[in-house]
C-alpha cells in the first residue's frame, strides 16, 4: 500500500523555523518527482516546492523562495521541508505528494501536518 507520513509540525512565532519530514512506504519515492503542498483553512491547496527524482532540481512557489528548501533521502525514502522566516501566512496543513505539483488527480498526498505561525 503506497503511503506517505509526515511529521514535525507545530506552533511557531513569526520569524521562526521548522522541519517537516515525509515518509514513504509501500513504494519507492525515488521513482517519483515529489513536491509539498499546503492548504490554508478555507482555501484551496497551494503547491510549495517540488524537487525532481535525483533531488538536483528544486523548484520553488514565489511565496516560499529564499525561505524554504525541499530535499530528499532516496535511500532513506524520505523527503524533507526546512522553513524559515516563517510568516503568519505560511499557516496551514502541509502535505507531502507524489507528483511536480501534488495538484494532479493522480498524485498521492500523505495525512499532512499543522504549521501554524502566530505569536
Known amino acids: 500500500q503506497v503511503r506517505l507520513v509526515e511529521s514535525g509540525g507545530g506552533l511557531v512565532q513569526p520569524g521562526g523555523s521548522l522541519t517537516l519530514s515525509c515518509v514513504g512506504s509501500?513504494?519507492?519515492?525515488?521513482?517519483?518527482?515529489m513536491s509539498w503542498v499546503r492548504q490554508a483553512p478555507g482555501k484551496g491547496p497551494e503547491w510549495v516546492a517540488h524537487t525532481s527524482r535525483s533531488g538536483l532540481s528544486k523548484y520553488y512557489n514565489d511565496l516560499v523562495k529564499g525561505r524554504f528548501t525541499i530535499s530528499r533521502d532516496n535511500t532513506k525514502n524520505t523527503l524533507t521541508l526546512q522553513m524559515t522566516n516563517l510568516k503568519p501566512e505560511d499557516t496551514a496543513v502541509y502535505h507531502c505528494?507524489?507528483?511536480?505539483?501534488?495538484?494532479?488527480?493522480?498524485?498521492?498526498w500523505g495525512q499532512g501536518t499543522q504549521v501554524t505561525v502566530s505569536s
Open positions: 509501500g513504494f519507492s519515492i525515488g521513482s517519483y518527482d
Open positions: 505528494s507524489t507528483g511536480r505539483t501534488g495538484l494532479a488527480d493522480s498524485d498521492v
